[in-house]
């Protein structure tokens, strides 16, 4: 039996209509009421697996009508009906509708219920071969060119693996500004319609990356996901014995700044290495 008052946010398949989980099918054809963000899409999903809904409530939830269905919901849930929230693909509230409704069902009390299932991001990350055990999910990039290169360099120098959604209309754009922003040879792992037919995953450096994209049409098609490889940590200069010792000696009778320019005179090395240095043996 479903929970009475209670709102399921259940993961779909993002390709392959296989890629469920046997909890989210029993939830499906339990529940009074699924809001869909297309509901001919979800009863597409609903009849592959046939989940009998014939008294079951349809309504659709997207992203121009999301505030005002979400007070049908909140109305449902009072009369004490269980809901499934569905987006076309992947799991709601992740770069698709379903956001909204999820923070006013919470402010008003009811049950919320996460059913896990299909994430395009982790299923490319999985796939990827990237060792870096940290990564930062960005999503959509901003459509003008503007706010999307600011948002980019704001990123540049994240020491995190990086994973955005793009889509096919602007995936030649975004790469263009990702290669001018992160550097022609910062690696990248292109994923497109993943768990569908034309799967592809392709790795490479910014500077092969449109080249790539451009050597057959079909690669400008389907949902992407791009996966950028963390910003490699500058190495710190290595300061001589000896430099040390130099700045240790003159730190005891002139002025921090004074010290280091000369240390930096004397022994040649780094002057922002010294600066460091002398901070800290001041302290």
């Known amino acids: 039996m479903s929970v009475k ?6 993961a779909t398949p993002i390709g392959n209509l ?22 001919q899409n979800s009863m597409h999903l609903l009849s592959h697996h046939r ?3 014939k008294n079951t409530k349809l309504v659709a939830l997207h992203q121009h009508n999301e505030k005002n269905t979400a007070d049908k919901i909140l109305a449902f849930l ?8 569905l987006t076309d693909a992947g799991t709601p509230a992740v770069s698709d509708p379903g956001a909204l409704l999820v923070q006013r069902v919470r402010e008003h009390g009811f049950t919320i219920i996460p059913i896990p299932g299909a994430n395009a991001a982790i299923c490319a990350l999985s796939a990827a071969g990237i060792t870096n055990p940290h990564f930062l999910f960005y999503g959509f990039l901003p459509a003008k060119a503007g706010l999307r290169q600011r948002a980019l360099a704001a990123l540049a120098a994240s020491p995190y693996t990086l994973i955005f959604y793009e ?9 263009t500004d990702m290669t001018a922003i992160f550097g022609a040879q910062r690696q990248l792992t292109i994923a497109r319609e993943l768990t569908k037919l034309f799967e ?11 080249m790539w994209i451009n050597a057959d049409s079909h690669r400008q098609k389907g949902e992407f996901v ?7 940590a500058e190495e710190k200069p290595r300061i001589s014995k000896q430099a040390r010792n130099t700045l240790r000696v003159l730190l005891a009778e002139l002025p921090l700044k004074q010290a280091v320019k000369l240390t930096a005179e004397i022994s040649g090395e780094n002057r922002s290495a010294l600066y460091q240095i002398a901070l800290s043996l001041k302290s």
């Open 5 to 10: 008052s209670a709102l399921y946010v259940v």
């Open 18 to 39: 296989n890629d469920i989980s046997l909890r989210a099918i029993q939830i499906l054809g339990l529940v009074d009421v699924i809001a869909a963000e297309h509901t």
């Open 51 to 53: 989940i009998t809904v």
């Open 78 to 85: 009072a009369a004490e009906k269980s809901i499934a929230l």
């Open 167 to 175: 889509a096919p209309h602007r995936i030649l754009e975004c790469l």
């Open 200 to 210: 592809t995953i392709h790795t490479c450096t910014f500077d092969e990356a449109v």
């Open 226 to 232: 791009l996966l950028v490889c963390g910003a490699q």
